[in-house]
């Protein structure tokens, strides 16, 4: 609509002279925190895709506080919070209340990915900070959704299809805390048997890194074998049945779903190349409802408000 038209869009180049070596000061914060750490790169993933799915890419994901967006319960797990800061810190002195933190965290993301193996792109800039976080509107796609509601969830931010394929592929680094996956691994449903679309070989292997007795909270790979590198393998084992999560698997159960994921995998015309497709649907989801102009405000520390 013509609305549309007078909606402020980041751009690439945005800080200029304001802030010019913003990017290298991220990516060196970033290094430095995947050499410490590689778990920081899925950690920082998810959290860009938390904070864009609610009240848009404005890192109201990070504000601390009762009730605050952080204290949901998909947010409980999030990590990569100090590199966010460290990065803020020295920006600060660099260029003091000039870069968002909504738009370190797009930056950083985009870096974790690139160093993860995955594809480099240009992100866009001038997202301004939200002053609003309630756990009350933190609503994300969970585990065990059925297709049908994950392209609901993303259909909501304008997301399509093959950006919800694509962009699930993310879970191609990181992992997840067995008390997400386990039922469908021991009692599918209440039926007292694994989820029947499960690869019979991977039941035993995922029940004995996730016991019914053990810690809920112990972690395994969404990407089996490959858990740490930016890859297909993701959607390879969705094709094998080795999908961690119920939400994953359905992507190759599910008739529309399906072609995209063989698409990606070079099994069907016309292809798609991983890399390309995660940049452009990242590149969309980073500028989900971005603030500009009057709407919010550039931090001096990433987990308060002015
Ligand atoms: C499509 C619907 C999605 C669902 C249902 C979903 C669900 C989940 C769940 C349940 C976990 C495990 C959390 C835990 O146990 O700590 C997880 C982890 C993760 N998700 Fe998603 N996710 C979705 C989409 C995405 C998207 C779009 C991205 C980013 C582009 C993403 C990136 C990640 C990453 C990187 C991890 C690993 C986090 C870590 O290791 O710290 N997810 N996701
Ligand atoms: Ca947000
Ligand atoms: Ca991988």
Redesign the pocket.
Known sequence: THKNFFLPRPRIGYYGSACWNVESIVRTVVESNYLANP?NA??I??M??HDCFVQGCDASVLLAGPNSERTAI?NL???GFNVIEEAKTQLEIACPRTVSCADILALAARDFVHLAGGQWWPVPLGRLDGRVSLASNVI????T?SVAV?KL??AEKNLNTQD?VV??A??T?????CV?FRDRFFNYDNTGSPDPTIAPSFVPQIQAQCPLNGDPAT?VV?DTGSGDQFDTSYLNNLRNGRGL?E?DQVLWTNPETRPIVERLLGLRFPFLIFGLEFARS?TK?SQIEIKMGLDGEIRRVCSAVN
Request: aromatic residues 6%; hydrophobic residues 45%.
């Open positions: 778990a899925p950690g993933l998810r860009h895709f998909p797990s999030l990590r994300l796609p969970g585990p959704d994950q969830r993303f919800l962009l699930a993310g879970h680094i990181g992992t997840a805390g997400v972690r969404l999560l939400s990242m989801m």
